[in-house]
């Protein structure tokens, strides 16, 4: 069964503490991405990457920053993490220029103390 | 004005019943249409896509209408798990593909 790891279900961090999300898919997708998910306003995409080293800002990027050393592996990565950073944290993945099939991580739900 | 809008429910719908939900897109460059169920603190995953023709799948029937730019889910003999939010997702070609997610469409199915 291909699947989308991600290394914490739940989390809690300081304010101020830079904090470290891991992602990792067996199917050998080219494109991965990092979503957020609050309640209201849907999934709002942070950033994205189509391939190894490369990486684009989604739609609301601030304070973040994402790292594509392997094909397999996106992490994100909170720079200075702040109370407005709590949310459900989903990383996907799907094949290259294909508008199906992405595939989800279980979500990691980060609080910010 | 959100891109794509879904009304957040939730429904409330006995066993048995027929259930609808709507769901508008607002950019023309709209092309392909999909409906994710999520459950409760889980992973959203891929219900169906939604063709222009319209296509069904068992129970669950999906339309497109591009004219008024609405997609459309119903779910006929509603079962108690069939309870879950239901994501409307739209991609667009502008360039290169943009996903949307809507914020989801509550349904709880009471025994």
């Known amino acids: 069964d291909v699947k989308v790891t991600q290394s914490s279900r739940y989390l809690v961090k300081r304010t101020g503490e830079k904090v470290f999300l891991e992602c990792v898919q067996d199917?050998?997708?080219?494109?991965m991405f990092w979503y957020r998910q609050d309640p209201g306003l849907g999934l709002r995409l942070i950033y994205f990457?189509?391939?190894?080293?490369?990486?684009e800002k989604g739609d609301i990027p601030e304070g973040y920053s994402v790292s594509r050393e392997k094909k397999e592996r996106f992490s994100l990565i909170l720079e200075s993490a702040s109370t407005n950073q709590t949310s459900m944290y989903l990383c996907a993945s799907r094949p290259i220029d294909s508008p199906y099939g992405y595939t989800f991580g279980s979500g990691t739900r980060l609080t910010i103390v | 004005r959100k891109e794509v809008e879904q009304d957040p429910g939730p429904f409330n719908v006995p066993e048995g019943a027929t259930v609808a939900f709507n769901c508008t897109y607002s950019?023309?460059?709209?092309?392909?249409f999909f409906w994710y169920r999520q459950d409760c603190r889980k992973e959203p995953k891929l219900l169906m896509s939604v063709y222009s023709s319209g296509n069904e799948d068992g129970r669950f029937t999906a339309q497109l209408n591009r004219a008024s730019q609405y997609i459309s889910l119903l779910i006929r003999d509603s079962k108690l798990s069939d309870s879950a939010t239901y994501l409307c997702?739209?991609?667009?070609?502008?360039?290169?593909?943009?996903?949307?997610f809507g914020a989801g469409t509550r349904l709880f199915v009471k025994a």
């Open positions: 199917m050998d997708h080219e494109n």
């Open positions: 990457s189509y391939d190894v080293k490369m990486k």
């Open positions: 950019n023309s460059a709209s092309q392909s």
């Open positions: 997702v739209v991609n667009l070609n502008t360039g290169g593909f943009k996903t949307i």
